[in-house]
Antibody, heavy 122, light 107 residues
Framework: EVQLLESGGGLVQPGGSLRLSCAASGFTFSSHAMSWVRQAPGKGLEWVSGISGSGGSTLYADSEKGRCTISRDNSKNTLYLQINSLRAEDTAVYFC???????????????WGQGTPVTVSS | DIQMTQSPSSLSAYVGDRVTITCRASQSITSYLNWYQQKPGKAPKLLIYAASSLQSGVPSRFSGSGSGTDFTLTISSLQPEDFATYYCQQSYSSPFIFGPGTKVNIK
């Protein structure tokens, strides 16, 4: 059974940084691309970033370029998202998702974690 | 960037009704269109991938169709557990935009 467990969320001040983690189990981690998707309170889903199975290819939403870094450690079956210069608009639940293929494109998002909440406020 | 629209934004239906949700892309995405269901406080769940392929374990009352720019999700006979918000998403190219969602309410 696929399991994805996010952690690292919490309350952070504007301008601060956060590193989210997603521990994966139940599948061959390196054989699947992974992504982060966020959902602001009461809003829809917003794709943030994706990474190939090897980690050699990364993609970002335009709004996150320069502020976010996605990475993975295939030896630890763990996905990461580093977010810098946090602002109020980054307040959301952050989900990690397992993708269909080893490449991000043209994968669907097959399995999702339960999410970790991030609140940016002073 | 490819933009995604959905209609309606919300609908009310009875148990047993046939429900159709439409999704439109701003340019052709061939068949790289996925549908997700999300219930309050829960993670999204993949229902349909590649426009018309049913994800394993998803009831056969869900179906998808379309190609190019116009797509539909159909629930043939709405069940109590189907009341949720439904999102389409293009996986043709980055950024992988989601539609704004369609909330299906009980009538």
């Amino acid at each position: 059974e696929v399991q994805l467990l996010e952690s690292g969320g919490g309350l952070v001040q504007p301008g601060g940084s956060l590193r989210l983690s997603c521990a994966a189990s139940g599948f061959t981690f390196s054989s699947h691309a992974m992504s982060w998707v966020r959902q602001a309170p009461g809003k829809g889903l917003e794709w943030v970033s994706g990474i190939s199975g090897s980690g050699g290819s990364t993609l970002y939403a335009d709004s996150e370029k320069g502020r976010c870094t996605i990475s993975r450690d295939n030896s630890k079956n763990t996905l990461y998202l580093q977010i810098n210069s946090l602002r109020a608009e980054d307040t959301a639940v952050y989900f990690c998702a397992k993708l269909t293929f080893v490449s991000v494109v043209p994968s669907s998002f097959d399995d999702w974690g339960q999410g970790t909440p991030v609140t940016v406020s002073s | 960037d490819i933009q995604m629209t959905q209609s309606p934004s919300s609908l009310s239906a009875y148990v047993g009704d046939r429900v159709t949700i439409t999704c439109r892309a701003s340019q052709s995405i061939t068949s790289y269109l996925n549908w997700y269901q999300q219930k309050p406080g829960k993670a999204p769940k993949l229902l349909i991938y590649a426009a018309s392929s049913l994800q394993s374990g998803v009831p056969s009352r869900f179906s998808g169709s379309g190609s190019g720019t116009d797509f539909t999700l159909t629930i043939s006979s709405l069940q109590p557990e189907d009341f949720a918000t439904y999102y389409c998403q293009q996986s043709y190219s980055s950024p992988f935009i989601f539609g704004p969602g369609t909330k299906v309410n009980i009538k």
